[in-house]
């Protein structure tokens, strides 16, 4: 199995950006995937998880600002985030659980990708 995540980039706030999670040897049909982020010096945090049905659900840090997407057929998972804070900045990563239910903690997911970056400056 494999997560690849990518898109990250320097990008000024109020910006835009689509993280992608690149997945293999996980059926994205039986499996739910979750993004996360970790910010310097502080735990890994929990923003948005959809389930192998499609029902999405995200952390009220990013409600209305972040959209979690699945394409099935190309076993991608998506992150459009919009209107970007320098809060934002951090290390974003992909990860994948057998179960559609539970909180997004990072305890609950068994697969993880190695991460992209996201930087929001000006």
């Known amino acids: 199995w494999q997560l690849v995540e990518s898109g990250g980039d320097l990008v000024q706030p109020g910006g835009s950006l689509r993280l992608s999670c690149a997945v293999s040897?996980?059926?994205?049909?039986?499996?739910?995937f979750g993004w996360f982020y970790q910010a310097p010096g502080k735990e890994r945090e929990g923003l948005s998880t959809?389930?192998?049905?499609?029902?999405?659900e995200y952390a009220d840090s990013v409600k209305g600002r972040f959209t979690i997407s699945k394409d099935n057929a190309k076993n991608t998972v998506y992150l459009q985030m919009n209107n970007l804070k320098p809060e934002d900045t951090g290390v974003y990563f992909c990860?994948?659980?057998?179960?559609?239910?539970?909180?997004?903690?990072?305890?609950?997911?068994?697969?993880w990708g190695q991460g992209t970056q996201v930087t929001v400056s000006s």
């Open positions: 990860a994948a659980r057998y179960s559609d239910s539970g909180p997004i903690l990072p305890s609950t997911y068994d697969y």
């Open positions: 040897g996980i059926n994205l049909n039986i499996y739910s």
């Open positions: 959809i389930t192998s049905y499609g029902d999405t």
